[in-house]
């Protein structure tokens, strides 16, 4: 059902004051938003490509990698139908669920002016990108307003076949003065709708290599009690250490928001008696 979002503002002598809505004529205009601030979508969202061309003769209007570097496809609805809709971002999703490492970092290096896929991945998200992309992919429709049928048919294949789909709605209020606020609402919760992906489908992504795993790539490279013995004494420093599939990540609080972000990271993989034990 779609949600009626309605603002006010606390004026003076504790009066309320409704701020009319008016009609986002623009998704151009939006999508200019989420090109420059992704994260009014998710925090978790990196933009690597605009207006993206795919094989199939499509144009994709953001592509965005997350923190564990899967692909996420952000389409505006303007004035399409449910079905055109619908099957355009599904259509988009079949080429992107193909492209490789190295497609990806083209498609990314083309779009990114401020550095290399790694470097702009680790400045966002404080951690190294991983070694595999695009293991699995998510679909965002998003537009001014959601009609009941295109509701009906996202909903259908998130909660029926765990397909990992979402619509957004954005609604744009206008003070009399000039000043614009802007509301965001999801079709589905982004938690809600990742838990029925995960019931509904088998995950591809291999689980992370243990640290017995990982301490016995290192002993393989003749470097194993450097690397056991930097793994003790790091470990003093930090309270918290996961693992990935090629490295140990020591996790510590960073910044304003005291987000938890890598902070340091041993790469056993890439670490050998003559170059000794490799970190980031």
Same mark, same amino acid.
């Not at 190295?102 to 002016?113: C, G, P, Q």
């Given at each position: 059902?779609?949600?009626?979002?309605?603002?006010?503002?606390?004026?003076?002598?504790?009066?309320? /004051?409704?701020?009319?809505?008016?009609?986002?004529?623009?998704?151009?205009?939006?999508?200019?938003?989420?090109?420059?601030?992704i994260?009014?979508?998710?925090?978790?969202?990196?933009?690597?490509?605009?207006?993206? @061309?795919?094989?199939?003769?499509?144009?994709?209007?953001?592509?965005?990698?997350?923190?564990i570097?899967?692909?996420?496809?952000?389409?505006?609805?303007?004035?399409?139908?449910?079905?055109?809709?619908?099957?355009?971002?599904?259509?988009? +999703?079949?080429?992107?669920?193909?492209?490789?490492n190295?497609?990806?970092?083209?498609? +990314?290096?083309?779009?990114?002016?401020?550095?290399?896929?790694?470097? *702009?991945?680790?400045?966002?998200? =404080?951690?190294n990108?991983?070694? *595999?992309?695009?293991?699995?992919?998510?679909?965002?429709?998003? +537009?001014?307003?959601?009609?009941?049928?295109?509701?009906?048919?996202?909903?259908y294949?998130?909660?029926?076949?765990?397909?990992?789909?979402?619509?957004?709605?954005?609604?744009?209020?206008?003070?009399?003065?000039?000043?614009? $606020?802007?509301?965001?609402?999801?079709?589905? @919760?982004?938690?809600?709708? @990742?838990?029925?992906?995960?019931?509904?489908?088998?995950?591809?992504r291999?689980?992370?290599?243990?640290?017995?795993?990982?301490?016995e790539i290192?002993?393989?490279?003749?470097? =194993?009690?450097?690397?056991?013995?930097?793994?003790?004494?790091?470990?003093? $420093?930090?309270?918290? $250490?996961?693992?990935?599939?090629?490295?140990?990540?020591?996790?510590?609080? /960073? =910044?304003?928001?005291? +987000?938890?972000?890598?902070?340091?990271?041993?790469?056993?993989?890439?670490?050998?008696?003559?170059?000794?034990?490799? $970190?980031?």
């Amino acid at each position: 059902m779609s949600q009626d979002i309605r603002l006010w503002k606390i004026a003076q002598q504790d009066n309320l /004051m409704e701020i009319n809505k008016t009609k986002l004529d623009m998704e151009d205009r939006l999508e200019n938003w989420l090109e420059k601030d992704i994260s009014i979508i998710s925090n978790e969202l990196l933009v690597i490509g605009r207006q993206i @061309e795919t094989d199939f003769g499509g144009v994709i209007d953001l592509l965005c990698i997350d923190y564990i570097g899967d692909l996420v496809i952000v389409e505006l609805k303007r004035d399409k139908t449910p079905r055109e809709i619908t099957a355009q971002v599904l259509d988009y +999703a079949s080429w992107v669920k193909d492209l490789s490492n190295e497609r990806v970092t083209e498609i +990314a290096i083309k779009y990114l002016s401020n550095g290399s896929l790694d470097e *702009v991945f680790k400045s966002k998200f =404080g951690t190294n990108l991983p070694d *595999v992309l695009n293991e699995n992919h998510k679909m965002l429709i998003v +537009a001014s307003e959601i009609d009941g049928s295109t509701e009906r048919i996202v909903n259908y294949l998130s909660d029926d076949y765990g397909i990992s789909i979402n619509a957004i709605t954005f609604q744009h209020f206008k003070e009399e003065d000039g000043n614009e $606020y802007l509301s965001r609402v999801y079709l589905i @919760e982004p938690q809600e709708a @990742e838990y029925r992906t995960k019931i509904k489908t088998a995950s591809k992504r291999k689980p992370p290599l243990t640290l017995e795993e990982l301490q016995e790539i290192a002993d393989k490279n003749s470097i =194993g009690g450097v690397f056991k013995k930097a793994f003790v004494d790091i470990s003093e $420093y930090f309270d918290q $250490y996961i693992t990935t599939r090629s490295s140990i990540a020591f996790i510590g609080i /960073m =910044g304003k928001n005291k +987000a938890r972000n890598t902070i340091f990271s041993l790469l056993p993989f890439e670490s050998n008696l003559e170059k000794g034990l490799k $970190y980031s």
